[in-house]
């Protein structure tokens, strides 16, 4: 069997995530305040994975669903993901200075854009995944999508993690904060995509079992490149959260221990795609590259 | 005719609305982390005249329809509203220590916790959103709101509002900045009624009319009792928009016209509900009763 070719796959997908991301700002015009856009902007269109709309894409394909369909919708998490960056960096959260090698939203443009423009983020998220969805699926995928980035998933995570600084300390507690933290919005990126595919309830299963366990390992990796201080690979300096006291895998458990811990979540992610036949190949080929990305070839 | 008693109407929803958002964040439970829902709790459930969601319930009256499909939908709007005092109160915005009496959520629960649980009650209010309308109107009801609150509506305000500290001179722009900071909500109240109410298009023209002037009516009358110090009818220290050079109607133009402005503006909404007939009682008695706020009787 000839393995699948992420790297073309991304080539294709990702310029067209990149198009729908500048073409929904720019759709915004002139209603849109000029300092507050450009904030957005900043914070939106300043490089980074699309790795959620690439798995909402990939997700489609592997329930044999139209990956088109999918693009629009997984570009409103994207959005999503951008708030949850621009907030987080925020001083009175993480304090982060860089993000993605250039200055961080409230750097750039004053707390106030910064804490604005992420709220106009997460709310246009909603105009543009409702828009791009069928009509009979809007009430799922909202409902979804607004579940796994509120208060029981990304931003309770966010809440547990500033909370837990100087305090978490069992690799559990970690994990629990994370699925919330991370995991929650790759398992919607994914059950969007099975949704408008049109997939069956074991489909779905699946494919959120699969973002579940691809979520942690993501967590894990990013921590462990900050813990061995891989400044390049991680898009900011690392180093910060261990300034911060901030609980880790790599921390708490050890690098080897992450590493090992990321092996076998990807393995769980990929053994999770069984009932999705060869068509989950794109999603496969996603979770070897995070243990790629982890150090291990 | 005897006129519409709206203590009455107010004492009949007000704790019906209270109640609904209090199982809304009840049913949260464990997953959600205590602090968070501790501030959430604060920010929702510390008093508020539950205007929003007593228009949407109104106007789905005015059409016809069962005014008790519109509360659920309706709270949705009063958790965006919440969500938006959090942010506005931030130190990095109106830095406002003190709202409807008592802390403001930073004051409470520090600058973290507030600026997640505006996230939070953002992001969940489209939970309940979708999930409180029949799944055909999901996606009109989801596009509505999130564009009233959006870059486009209510946070293009804000971004405006920050940027206009000091700048800002004319009773023209500052009712610009205001139309989206305020009123582009009230617009979506009343439409999220009709809509729910299966409205015509020439009712939902008349609502929406009805809400933007209304929603002005209303930032005028709060600026104004800002303006001459009324802490009480206004549920925080006044003169903070003085003491922070923020362009205001009574700053501009004075106290005076702005009561005549006021009387315009609650006559322009009256006059919009012309075509509704006699069902837009409880609408009218509400514009009414926002002119009676602003000290006239």
Known sequence: MVPFNLDEYQKLWKPQIDAVLLEVLDELGEGCPDGLQKAMRHAVLGGGKRLRPILCVAAARACGGGESAALCPGCALELIHAYSLVHDDLPAMDDDDVRRGRPAC???FGEALAILSGDALLTHAFVVL?????APM???AVVMVAKAAGPLGMVGGQADDVGGEGRVSSVDEIEQIHSRKTA???EAAVGLGGLLAGAAQEQLDALRA???ALG????????LLAHVGDDKALGRPAGSDRAKNKPTHPVVAGADASQKRISALVQAAITALGPLGGQADALGAIAASVEKRAGKP
């Open 106 to 108: 409230h750097k750039a």
């Open 130 to 134: 409702a828009e791009s969805v069928p």
């Open 138 to 140: 809007a009430q799922a």
């Open 184 to 186: 929650a919005l790759f």
């Open 210 to 212: 699969y973002g579940r």
């Open 216 to 223: 942690l390992a993501y967590q894990v990796t990013d921590d």
